[in-house]
Every structure is written in C-alpha cells, then in structure tokens.
C-alpha cells in the first residue's frame, strides 16, 4: 500500500471513531438524563455499568491513538480494550433487551387495569 492511501485510510478511521467516542458518551448522558426524568432516580444497574465501563474504555482506547505511532505495544493495548468493548456492548445489548422487556409487561399491566 502506498502511505499516501495508508494515511487516507488513518484519517478516515480517525474520523468514525471520534463520531463513534462523541455519539458513545452523548447517549451514556442522554441515558442517565432519560432514565432519571422518567423515574425520579438513578437506576444502578448491570446496564448502567455495562455503559460507564464503555465509556471508559472508548475514551481510554482513543487516548492511545496518537502513542500507536511511536510504539507498537500501544496498539495491541488498544485492539484489547477495542475487544473487551465489544464485549460489553454485547452485555449492554442484553441489559437493554431486558428492560425494554420489563417496561412493556408494565405497560401491558397498566393497560389492562
């Protein structure tokens, strides 16, 4: 590959993932505002944590982007953290179904009643 298309490529990857790292931290907020105007609190949770530690670990991931270039131990910590993120969306994805699920039992019992 010639570097001109390698730092093509760079920039592009750069710029999905810093719309990936803003979308990521705006809907953790967004959650945390919805969930507290609905009901009146904080609802600690497996979600909840599956959403800060993702948070965390995207913001940590894109904090080494700019050592990758100088060592090549960074980018095999961060293709781990990138991996463990995965992970924890799975388990978000998950949580998520589950509470939608106990919402619309809720919704079904209160129009029943």
Known sequence: MSYLVEVCLFICQLSYCSILL????????????????????????PHLFAGLGMVGLIST???LVPFMQKHDWVR????????ILLG??????????????????????NGAA
């Open 61 to 63: 991931s894109a904090a």
């Open 88 to 109: 924890l969306f799975g388990w978000q994805a998950v949580t998520g179904v589950q509470i939608v699920q106990k919402i619309l039992s809720q919704m079904m019992k």
């Open 22 to 45: 803003a979308l990521m931290v705006i809907g953790a907020i967004g959650g945390i505002i919805v969930t507290y105007l609905n009901n009146g609190k904080i609802v600690i949770g």
């Open 76 to 83: 095999s910590i961060h293709v781990s953290l990138n991996l």
